[in-house]
């Protein structure tokens, strides 16, 4: 059964998160699955949920508590046009794109559309708490999902993507969670011919060296999105977290309780995941301090 | 040229390369008033077609970056002249947990 707590701490959501993917993989495509209960969602707990109750075509009755936050936030299927959308809430709704069979400058524009659209709905409906992005800036938002977004662009070989946005006044934090359901990162090197043995391998080399599955010729720099992503949230400012998962593998980076290899045992995220909490800085932030 | 005021994938920069490449004219002007962002990505691929526009006897001028932009595009450029000092950090101190 599908079951969400209101855990406070990252790493039991993150095993919360795992055993419900675990529970949804064993369910047979085009079935009925069971919630048990919903007690408090984070777009990391939520939105991998609902790209693989899509892509199986789950179906599911719940009427229990956040039942209609459920609906609201348009679970599972999301939506793919943010034109004329009307929001009320501390959230951006999942957004799902649909990329198959999409040539390469039809996918970039897509992306930078998605890229400008989110940004401006973050700042002017979402994030009603002013100081929050005077402090943190529109340009850090727009950094952090630019270096996601160009990532899906260029490695992932994805037929979809997710994007999840909440913002919570009470605790002055935001979350967003992006995922593909692309190669991951190990397909993606291998594919590039690189040496990797494993999810863990490949997830351990690009954070350690920024191996990549492009080249680098003349002033092209590969491999340094995730480094400076990094950098951006899990400074003593910004006091964020950052995780990413691929494969059978994730790395969880908390300001607060520093650094974390996850491996997962007999369970395989087909593509690439990752999540970034924001907080409340207590000064203006620059980015640029950070991102050299 | 662009349908949006984010300019964030690197195939956004080829598209504009290709684009330059073409057009007859030998000094480019890139005007970035209607542009809120752009990616570090996509600086860093726009870097890398000056020189190649150069072979092609083409120079480009970048105009009108917004205060946020500006830097960028200077950190960008600063970075890829030293690429061999650029460090990453061991994640052999990270508590491993299997789940």
Not at chain 1, 78 to 106: F, V, W
Request: charge should be negative; charged fraction near 20%.
């Amino acid at each position: 059964m599908i079951l969400i707590c209101s855990h406070f701490s990252i790493i039991e959501r993150i095993k919360e998160l795992i055993g419900n993917l675990r529970y949804l993989e064993s369910t047979d495509s085009g079935s009925t699955i069971e919630i048990q209960a919903i007690e408090f969602t984070t777009p990391l707990t939520i939105t991998p949920v609902a790209s693989v109750i899509n892509k199986k075509e789950l179906t599911y009755n719940y009427n229990g508590e956040n039942a209609s936050y459920l609906q609201i936030i348009r679970f599972p299927e999301g939506i793919d046009k943010l034109d004329g959308l009307s929001l009320q809430g501390t959230y951006i709704p999942i957004i799902h794109l649909h990329l198959k069979n999409l040539d390469r400058n039809t996918l970039s524009t897509q992306l930078n559309m998605l890229h400008s659209k989110f940004l401006e709905l973050l700042r002017l409906k979402v994030i009603a708490d002013e100081s929050f992005i005077e402090l943190i800036t529109n340009n850090t938002f727009g950094f952090l999902l630019g270096e996601i977004m160009d990532n899906i662009e260029e490695h992932s070989d994805a037929e979809n993507i997710y994007l999840f946005a909440q913002y919570w006044p009470k605790n002055n934090s935001c979350e967003v969670c992006i995922l593909d359901d692309g190669v991951g990162l190990l397909g993606s090197l291998k594919k590039a011919g690189r040496d990797v043995s494993d999810s863990a391998d490949a997830l351990k080399k690009i954070l350690e060296k920024g191996l990549s599955s492009k080249t680098e010729y003349g002033d092209i720099m590969r491999g340094m999105g995730i480094k400076y992503t990094r950098a951006a949230i899990t400074n003593k400012e910004i006091n964020g977290e950052f995780f990413i998962m691929s494969g059978s593998a994730a790395f969880l980076h908390s300001a607060k309780s520093g650094e974390n290899f996850i491996n997962f045992k007999e369970y395989f995220w087909p593509g690439t995941l990752v999540m970034l909490r924001l907080n409340k800085p207590l000064a203006t932030f620059n980015l640029y301090n950070y991102v050299k | 040229m662009f349908s949006s005021n984010s300019l964030v994938t690197r195939q956004a920069a080829r598209d504009l390369f290709d684009f330059i490449s073409h057009l007859p004219e030998s000094d480019i002007t890139l005007d970035f008033a209607q542009s809120n962002f752009a990616s570090r990505s996509f600086f860093n691929e726009l870097i890398s077609f000056e020189s190649k526009l150069k072979l092609l006897s083409k120079k480009i001028t970048i105009i009108n970056l917004n205060e946020n932009l500006s830097p960028l595009l200077e950190i960008v450029r600063n970075s890829s002249k030293m690429l061999s000092s650029i460090s990453y950090t061991s994640v052999s101190n990270a508590i491993v947990i299997n789940i």
